[in-house]
């Protein structure tokens, strides 16, 4: 009998923190697996002390698996934008520098046309009086973070709540597209 395997595809996003970036996803149906790490720079094997620096290029950034018969690649973008501040450039909340920008990383035409269009809807939707400043980009090499940053609001719960609310992410996030 021959063995069915889920055809896979990947997604590549940065919207700040990472540990803020990974439960959304990890959540959402048809996702396969999530992992957090270091893209879009020139440093090869970026520690995050590199990456903090600043100096790097690296976006902290979150790097998904999904199944697309299950998620399609417009509906994850969809819950990208659900989860930053689109127009705030080269930071997102409480952090600051261009490795907290926010950026789709595209993977394939199709993907850059899907996020191009979804940048533009959201552009045009009078959502924001503020230009969106998301940069979209073609994917590079993506560096997985250190373990103890992998699915840290599961490891460090109480840490990690605290954070997501004094940044101000959960509270713009409500303030602009409602509990969910």
């Known amino acids: 009998m021959a063995e069915t395997r889920t055809k896979t595809e990947i997604a590549t996003f940065a919207g700040g923190c990472f540990w803020c970036m990974q439960p959304t996803f990890n959540e ?10 270091y893209t879009g720079g020139h440093t090869v094997n970026p520690t995050y002390e ?6 790097t290029g690296h976006a902290e ?8 018969a299950k998620v399609t690649y417009a509906e994850l973008v ?6 930053i501040d689109p127009t705030s450039l080269n930071q997102q909340f409480a952090d600051h520098g261009t490795q907290y920008r926010s950026a789709i990383f595209y993977h394939n035409e199709e993907q850059k046309r899907t996020a191009e269009a979804s940048k533009g809807k959201l552009a045009q939707s009078g959502k924001f009086r503020k230009p969106i400043v998301t940069e979209i980009t073609a994917a590079s090499t993506f560096y997985p973070a250190e373990d103890y940053h992998q699915d840290y609001y599961k490891k460090n719960a ?15 996030i409500e303030q602009t597209w409602g509990k969910h």
């Open 28 to 37: 959402f149906h048809g996702v396969i697996s999530t992992k957090v790490g």
């Open 50 to 55: 590199d990456v903090c620096t600043g100096t």
């Open 61 to 68: 950034g979150v790097e998904i698996i999904y199944d697309p």
């Open 78 to 83: 969809e819950e990208f934008w659900h989860n």
């Open 158 to 172: 109480m840490h990690y709540k605290a954070y997501k609310i004094g940044s101000g992410r959960q509270s713009y």
